[in-house]
């Protein structure tokens, strides 16, 4: 089954909102707001420049680092006691379902990657021992330095 295309600005549209509403109450620390509201920025980067491997990519990282950052701020801000008010309730719960959503977001963002060619697998610059080679041209070898004057003429007479 084929999930539908989902426009880049779609994800950050329900992202924002979500992390607004998650905000709205103070039991999330600031680096909630600042970490999410950061991926968004870069997300609105790779709206603007809509070649850009490297815009698209630092997105998807963003969004799967907030993952483990949202894990952490929702687990240990969560209130304790037991009356918590409607705000408090609601602005947790948004903060939740943004969490559970960027799982998605995550897989669709790398299907935009792949869109934009985009590879399989990360590189960070490293090269491996078994590389094919076969196709490169060694830069290391000069060619033989040409003749003077040409094997098929005479050498001129000096002045």
């Known amino acids: ?38 991926v968004l920025a870069v997300g609105i980067w790779a709206i603007v420049q809509r070649d850009s491997l490297d815009a698209i990519a630092m997105f998807l990282a963003g969004l799967l680092l907030t993952v483990l950052t949202d894990i952490i701020h929702i687990s240990v801000f969560y209130p304790t006691h037991d009356h918590l008010s409607d705000t408090t309730r609601f602005s947790v719960g948004m903060a939740i379902f943004s969490l559970l ?3 998605l977001a995550c897989y669709l963002v ?3 990657y792949r869109e934009r060619g ?17 196709t490169y ?3 290391d070898q000069s060619e033989a330095p040409p003749q003077w004057p ?10």
């Not at 999930?3 to 979500?18: E, F, M, N, T």
């Not at 985009?118 to 076969?134: C, H, K, L, M, P």
């Open 1 to 38: 089954m084929e999930l539908p295309a989902v426009s880049l600005k779609a994800i950050i549209l329900v992202h924002w909102l979500l992390t607004v509403w998650g905000c709205m109450n103070h039991i999330l620390p600031a680096s909630y707001a600042w970490g999410n509201f950061s």
């Open 101 to 103: 959503l960027k799982p």
């Open 110 to 112: 790398y299907r935009m």
């Open 118 to 134: 985009g590879e399989y697998t990360f590189n960070i610059g490293v090269t491996s021992a078994g590389q094919d080679r076969s």
């Open 137 to 139: 041209e060694p830069i």
């Open 150 to 159: 040409p094997p098929g003429k005479a050498a001129q007479p000096p002045y």
